[in-house]
């Protein structure tokens, strides 16, 4: 990414009394590159602001905001789709970080602290915060999901609603209590 503030940061060379700022902001080519590598139609607009500041002895708290305009395929038309991106973004590096060994393990509760790394590459976690911000399935305006159904000729069709398992209890009930009001 084209940007002249460093985006890469060694840990042992950060000031341990006062936050080390950052603000990247990428240029046309590493936002084309990094939509490519997200599978989207475009990234207008990216840029992620912070601070890594010391915490305690040996420890590091990121704290900043991912901003973004991205355009990506609604999920029924395909048409383009516009969404802006406020993202806040919180890491904690801790020196006494113990990896669970385990083949399976519970997801911790704070699923933002990772060990300290020796180099902290701030375009890394631009493209994971993005990559997590965005959409899963993006709607155009007025883009509804149609019904399909299907049968063999002769057949009824059976339709979403049909195959729904207490679909015919409401029904039945709606009867018994006419039949009851009567």
């Known amino acids: 990414m084209t940007n002249k503030a460093p ?4 840990m042992a060379d950060l ?18 590159a990094l939509a490519d ?11 992620f602001d912070g ?6 002895g040996r420890d590091w708290q990121l704290s900043g905001t991912l901003g973004a305009t991205v355009v990506q395929e ?18 904690t590096y801790v020196g006494d970080y113990e990896e669970i060994e385990a083949s399976e393990a519970e997801m911790p509760e704070d699923d933002t ?23 899963p399935f993006p709607r ?6 149609g019904e399909a159904v299907y049968a063999q000729d002769g057949a009824t069709p059976m339709t979403d609603d049909d195959a729904k ?18």
């Open 7 to 10: 985006t890469q940061f060694r």
């Open 15 to 32: 000031a341990t009394r006062k936050a080390t700022t950052f603000s990247i902001l990428p240029d046309g080519p590493a936002r084309t």
């Open 37 to 47: 590598e997200l599978q989207i139609i475009e990234i207008r607009k990216l840029r």
């Open 51 to 56: 601070e890594i500041a010391p915490q305690g």
């Open 74 to 91: 609604c999920g029924v038309t395909l048409e383009p789709v516009v969404t802006r991106i406020d993202e806040p973004v919180s890491r």
């Open 113 to 135: 602290v990772e060990p300290i790394p020796a180099v902290l590459d701030l375009e890394v976690l631009l493209a994971e915060v993005l990559s997590l911000a965005l959409p």
């Open 140 to 145: 155009a305006e007025g883009a509804e999901l």
């Open 165 to 182: 398992p207490f679909a015919g209890l409401g029904a039945l009930k709606a009867a018994l209590e006419a039949k009851g009001d009567e």
